[in-house]
């Protein structure tokens, strides 16, 4: 069983930056694909960033150029930089396997002030 606790959240204004990190436990986390998802009241689960175990990454189009993911297997920690934050990023953020294998943890909430 993994379990996944997300930090980071807070409010901020439009054009501003977060990072968030994400710590999971697990023993074979290097190897596994994680990702960053979010979700917006009233809105499904979606999927914002993905890293596999050797680093290669995938961003949903609303966040390319803006969103960083990155790893740090050595901690089992995952991290997203996200700059020039929009009103249209807040939600709770969440990490987990990419696909999703595991429980949800509580996610972080991330509020963008316009």
């Known amino acids: 069983q993994v379990q996944l606790v997300e930090s980071g959240g807070g409010l901020v204004q439009a054009g501003g930056s977060l990072r968030l990190s994400c710590a999971a436990s697990?023993?074979?986390?290097?190897?596994?694909?994680m990702g960053w998802y979010r979700q917006a009241p009233g809105k499904q689960r979606d999927v914002v960033a993905e890293?596999?175990?050797?680093?290669?990454?995938n961003y949903a189009d609303s966040v390319k150029g803006r969103f960083t993911i990155s790893r740090d297997n050595a901690k089992n920690t995952i991290d997203l930089q996200m700059n020039n934050l929009k009103a249209e990023d807040t939600a709770v953020y969440y990490c987990?396997?990419?696909?999703?294998?595991?429980?949800w943890g509580q996610g972080t909430q991330v509020t963008v002030s316009s």
């Open positions: 890293i596999t175990g050797r680093g290669t990454t």
């Open positions: 697990g023993s074979r986390f290097s190897i596994t694909s």
């Open positions: 987990n396997t990419a696909p999703v294998l595991y429980p």
